[in-house]
């Protein structure tokens, strides 16, 4: 047995998280206010790192994708 808890959204509207899509009106706001965060977002959090970590956070981010890169390769010999 599941217990559907239902969310308010600041439309108004109730939605119940065994919903499939939201109303497109609903959707329209939420497709907004995200990119209103992710338009600063970004630059917010680049200017509050120091260049000391955002070096680090880059180096993290090569690492990672070195990584996948052999793990794809070595998959693809033993196929």
């Known amino acids: 047995m599941s217990i559907q808890i239902p969310?308010?959204?600041?439309?108004?509207?109730?939605?119940?998280?065994?919903?499939?899509?939201?109303p497109p009106d609903i959707r329209a706001y939420f497709v907004e206010q995200g990119r209103i965060g992710g338009l600063s977002g970004g630059h917010a959090r680049a200017e509050s790192l120091s260049p000391e970590r955002?070096?680090?956070?880059?180096?993290?981010?090569i690492a990672t994708r070195w990584a996948r890169e052999r793990a794809k390769k070595k998959g693809r010999k033993n196929d």
């Open 7 to 22: 969310l308010l959204f600041l439309v108004g509207v109730k939605y119940t998280q065994g919903m499939k899509k939201l």
């Open 54 to 61: 955002r070096r680090e956070i880059a180096k993290k981010a």
